[in-house]
Structure formats: structure tokens, C-alpha cells
């Protein structure tokens, strides 16, 4: 059902294009010059690590917007409070992914040489989810994970515990850039640097949260606006999602393959 | 030297900022406060031990370099806005956009796609190993390396900010997120040649003593984990910074056409 209407996609299209041009050095390097497949799985994902963590971003900042606002207009909130309230939903999320991290790294670790294998099941993993954020498979229970709109909507998010809503964005950001975080993970192993691959994950923990932190510590008021588009731009914002899911399953490939060469 | 062009740097923005008071009858708090931290972070990067420490370590070489060319620009531009700067410019730009080929000249100069040119060359000639080891043994060229950095990080900042007004078309919001795409495609890519190259990037280092207690390699990945994670954060702070601003200039833009 899926694979025609991706065909007839333009993501489709493009997920296509970027697997041929990133599998044939990734085959090249790994066959020819595999001291230096490493540098090229590495540099593969951080070349594309914007366009993966920029929708996730911009949801996560959709969400707390959206919490800040309703707990505003409810209980008549000052900036101060908005404050806090973004730090304990930052403080549930950080609290959330941290130990997920951290177990991605020691399955990566007792796996050893066949991390590869993870890396294709991650590829696997952000395809699907991917495609389920764009609708293509559709009536799958999978579509129900769809964003910040879901978690909301569903009371998942309680718009009363900003800290609670904070680790269920967790739970949703750890399926989508989960399988990123698993790539850094097995490709810092892989170079055997313990140091680099943990000072990967943790300033990649710090990275998300920080971008969608500072502006409502900064700009409380205009942070605000965003909740009021939430409903808006929802839908975009989920299609740029699934677009870079499918586009991160895609570079997983090349990546799974320097890996099994190193 | 540094520092007498940093107190210019601070004395001229208070002109601005003391006349701008005068003009609008208010302090543009937000721009002093960027203004001034840009200049605390040129003085750490230019001033402070740092500076001395990056000629035997390479991870504090790379703190110096991403402090001039990611973390300084943004908030130096941020303190210039239009208003701000206005009577300047005014002056300045008024008689070459007079005249139809200046408006041509500053229009190509001002266009993303150049100044991301500018930055990419800058940031791609000075991490060479050639032009970066030369440059840490004449403290001519290491000047000139610095300035480059700053020049670039200028350069890649400037589009996205409102110091300059549109020339040709408007950079609306959503290209101005796939120009951060680009620009981090290049930074990363950069930072994981640190990150994964199995052999030093630069022979300095194991030369000069290298960090203290820490082999060559290491010290190079920990320089890659410090260029990308700040890339990353300044980075998707500025798309976080990117869509708010285009929401809300949309929904002003959509409430101006309902009263209409």
C-alpha cells in the first residue's frame, strides 16, 4: 500500500536520490580505504543532523509553547512562571532521555561488530516512522504518533505538569531521533573513543534542549505567538518531520555500510 | 591593540544607542544587551587565557576560533538593528543607491548565496593545514586568521539578520532555515573530519606538547565535539529564533489585511 504512494511522491523521489548518492563513496571508502570510513559515516550524519533535529525542534518548541500559553491564560501566569514552567518541562525531558541514551550505548557497546546491524534497524525504524508521519501507510496504529499535537490532545502532555509533558515529549522525540542518537552512538564506538562517543550523546541531550529553551527565557511574550500557529502550522510542521525521517532512514544505509567495513 | 578596538567598538554603540534614545524615546534594551555580550565574547576569545592556550592546545584553539566566527556574530549583529543603525546607513548608502549600478553592486553583495560563499571559503582556506600551521607560527597571519574567522561569521549571519534593509528579493523565513541547513551541512562535515579522521589533522600540536595529559587524537575529537556542538546550538537557536519571527511578522501581516 505504501510503496506506491511513496513512488508517486516526491519524497519518495528524493529519498531514492540521496540513497545513490550517498551509497556509492560509502561502498567505495568502505572497500578501497576503510581506516577512513568512519570520518565518512560521521560526517554523513552531522551533515544532515539539522535537517533531522530542526522539525524535532521546532515540535518541541510548538509543544511547551502551547503549554506555557494554556497554563497562562488559565492561571494568569507571569513571565517569571513561564520561566519555570519551560525549565520543568525541559527538566522532564532531559530526565527522560538521558538513560535512553545511555542504554542505546551500552547495547551499541555488547554488540561490538555487529552494530551494523543496529544501524540498518535504526534506518528501518526512522523509515517507518517517517512514512507513518506523512500518512502513506494508512489506518496504522502508527499514525497515531503524529507530534506535539497527539501528545497534547491525547493528555499525554498535561498541560497542568510541565515536567510530565516534558518526559512524554521525551517518549516522542526518543522514537524519532532515537535512531539518530543510536548512529552517533555506534559511529563514536566504532573509533573506539568511549570520551568522544558520550561527549556526542551528551552534547547532543544539551543541543536539543537548549535552542527551544532560551527563547522563552529570553522572550517569554513573543514565544507565546508560536501556541497560537500551533494549530496552523501543525501539519507542516509534520510533514517536514516525516520528510527528514525518511531522509534520516535513508542515510543509515550508507552509514550501516561503513560500519560493517570498520 | 584588541582591546583599543573593542573600547571604540563599545563607545560607538553607546553613540548609537544614546541617539536612538533621543530619536524613539526609548532604550532598545534587547540590542545593548547583545551588543554588549558580543563584545564580553570577543574579549574572551581575544583577551583572555584562552588566546594564550590555543597555540599548544587544539580543543582551545577551536573554543577561540567558534567563539569569533559562531558565537560572537549573531549577537554583535543582533545589536544592530535597522533603527539603530539608521542614521548610518542612511548616510552612507543613500548616494551609491541613488544610482541604479550601485543599487546592482550592494544588492549581489548583500544576496545569501554570496555572503554564504564568503563564509565557506574563509572557514574551508583557514582550517587547511598548510594556511592554519603557518598561521600559528607568524602572529601576523594568526591575526589575520582571526579577523578572517570573524569576517566569516559575519558574513554567514548577516542575511539572517535586519541590519541591512532588503535589497533584492525578500529572504522569507523558510529558505532562511534550509540557508542554516547548508551552512551546518558544511560546519558539521567539517567538525567530523576532527571528529573521525584517523590521523592528526595538524602536526602542531604533537610538536608543541599538545593538552595536557591527552594524546593527539583525543584532544583533536574533543576539538570536533566542542566546533559541533556549538555550531548545533547557535544553530537551532537561530531556526528557533527564524520561525518565531516568521509567524509573527505573518500573523501581523494577516491581522494588517483583516482590518483592510
Known amino acids: 500500500m505504501a510503496a506506491p504512494a511513496l513512488a508517486r511522491s516526491r519524497t519518495g523521489w528524493l529519498a531514492a536520490g540521496v540513497l545513490g548518492v550517498a551509497t556509492v563513496p560509502a561502498v567505495a571508502v568502505a572497500t578501497q580505504s576503510p581506516a577512513w570510513s568512519m570520518l565518512l559515516a560521521g560526517a554523513l550524519l552531522l551533515a544532515g543532523g539539522f535537517v533531522v533535529m530542526a522539525p524535532c525542534e521546532l515540535q518541541m518548541a510548538a509543544t511547551l509553547a502551547t503549554v506555557v500559553r494554556r497554563r497562562a491564560t488559565r492561571e494568569a501566569l507571569g513571565a517569571g512562571a513561564v520561566r519555570a514552567s519551560a525549565l520543568r518541562f525541559a527538566a522532564g525531558y532531559l530526565l527522560f532521555y538521558a538513560p535512553v541514551a545511555a542504554a542505546l550505548g551500552v547495547v551499541a557497546w555488547m554488540l561490538a561488530g555487529w552494530s551494523w546491524v543496529l544501524a540498518l534497524g535504526g534506518a528501518v525504524v526512522a523509515g517507518g516512522l517517517g512514512l507513518a508521519a506523512l500518512g502513506l501507510p494508512r489506518g496504522t496504529r502508527l499514525a497515531e504518533c503524529r507530534g506535539p499535537l497527539y501528545l497534547l490532545r491525547s493528555g499525554r502532555a498535561s498541560l497542568e505538569r510541565p515536567f510530565a509533558a516534558g518526559a512524554a515529549f521525551g517518549r516522542y522525540c526518543a522514537t524519532c531521533c532515537g535512531p539518530y542518537v543510536l548512529a552517533l552512538v555506534l559511529v563514536a564506538g566504532a573509533t573506539a573513543s568511549p570520551v568522544a562517543g558520550s561527549l556526542l550523546v551528551a552534547a547532543y541531550a544539551v543541543t536539543m534542549t537548549l535552542p527551544f529553551l532560551l527563547p522563552v527565557l529570553l522572550a517569554p511574550a513573543r514565544y507565546v505567538v508560536l501556541a497560537d500557529r500551533v494549530a496552523h502550522d501543525g501539519p507542516q510542521l509534520r510533514t517536514a518531520t516525516g520528510v527528514s525521517l525518511v531522509a534520516l532512514g535513508v542515510l543509515l544505509v550508507p552509514v550501516a555500510v561503513l560500519l560493517a567495513a570498520a | ?260
Do not use: C, K
Request: hydrophobic share 55%; proline share 6%.
Open chain 2, 1 to 260: 591593540m584588541v582591546l583599543t578596538g573593542l573600547y571604540l567598538a563599545a563607545a560607538a554603540h553607546v553613540a548609537l544607542a544614546v541617539r536612538a534614545r533621543r530619536r524613539t524615546g526609548r532604550w532598545d534594551r534587547a540590542a545593548v544587551l547583545a551588543w554588549w555580550s558580543g563584545i564580553g565574547v570577543l574579549a574572551v576569545a581575544l583577551l583572555s587565557a584562552l588566546d594564550g592556550a590555543g597555540e599548544d592546545s587544539l580543543p582551545a584553539h577551536m573554543l577561540q576560533h567558534v567563539l569569533l566566527a559562531t558565537v560572537a556574530p549573531p549577537l554583535l549583529l543582533r545589536g544592530l538593528p535597522r533603527a539603530l543603525l539608521a542614521p548610518v546607513t542612511a548616510r552612507a548608502l543613500r548616494p551609491v543607491l541613488r544610482r541604479r549600478g550601485g543599487r546592482r553592486v550592494l544588492r549581489r553583495l548583500a544576496a545569501p548565496v554570496n555572503a554564504f560563499g564568503v563564509w565557506a571559503v574563509l572557514l574551508g582556506a583557514w582550517h587547511l593545514p598548510a594556511l592554519y600551521e603557518r598561521g600559528l607560527a607568524s602572529p601576523g597571519l594568526h591575526v589575520a586568521q582571526h579577523l578572517a574567522f570573524l569576517t566569516a561569521g559575519l558574513a554567514f549571519w548577516l542575511p539572517l539578520s535586519e541590519v541591512v534593509p532588503p535589497l533584492g528579493r525578500p529572504f522569507r523565513w523558510r529558505a532562511r532555515l534550509g540557508y542554516l541547513a547548508a551552512g551546518q551541512a558544511v560546519a558539521a562535515s567539517l567538525a567530523a573530519v576532527f571528529l573521525w579522521a584517523p590521523v592528526r589533522v595538524y602536526g602542531w600540536y604533537a610538536a608543541a606538547g599538545s593538552f595536557p595529559g591527552a594524546d593527539p587524537l583525543a584532544s583533536q575529537r574533543l576539538a570536533g565535539v566542542v566546533m559541533l556542538g556549538a555550531d548545533m546550538v547557535v544553530a537551532l537557536t537561530a531556526a528557533v529564533w527564524v520561525v518565531l519571527s516568521g509567524l509573527t511578522t505573518t500573523d501581523r501581516a494577516g491581522r494588517a489585511r483583516l482590518r483592510a
